[in-house]
Nanobody, 120 residues
Framework: VQVMESGGGSVQAGGSLRLYCTVY????????TGWFRQAPGKERERVAR???????DYRAFAKGRFTISQDNANHTVYLQMNSLQPEDAGLYSC???????????????WGQGTQVTVSS
């Protein structure tokens, strides 16, 4: 499985960014993709995930501001981030997983991440 992120950058507070995650070779037909982030000195946290059938869920901090979507034909999962705040800064990574009992798990394949910087 090959995973690659892009689209990070620097924005001012209130700005927007769109992140891209390209995944080739999902290991299961019941695949899912998660976006995660890690700020310096903090643990990595999941932001959102989307499954093969398009169902998605978000962490509370992402609801209403972030949108995850996918284009299966182009092997790409997007994370549209609006109203960004300095606390949203960090290394954003995506990972390929498998849907098991309604939960996206077994995130075994990760990209290198893309950096997001938000200035106040």
């Amino acid at each position: 499985v090959q995973v690659m992120e892009s689209g990070g950058g620097s924005v001012q507070a209130g700005g927007s960014l769109r992140l891209y995650c390209t995944v080739y070779g999902y290991s299961s037909s019941k695949y899912c993709t998660g976006w995660f982030r890690q700020a310096p000195g903090k643990e990595r946290e999941r932001v959102a995930r989307i499954s093969w059938d398009g169902s998605a869920d978000y962490r509370a901090f992402a609801k209403g501001r972030f949108t995850i979507s996918q284009d299966n034909a182009n092997h790409t999962v997007y994370l549209q981030m609006n109203s960004l705040q300095p606390e949203d800064a960090g290394l954003y990574s995506c990972a390929a997983g498998v849907m098991l009992a309604g939960i996206c798990s077994d995130y075994n394949d990760w990209g290198q991440g893309t950096q997001v910087t938000v200035s106040s």
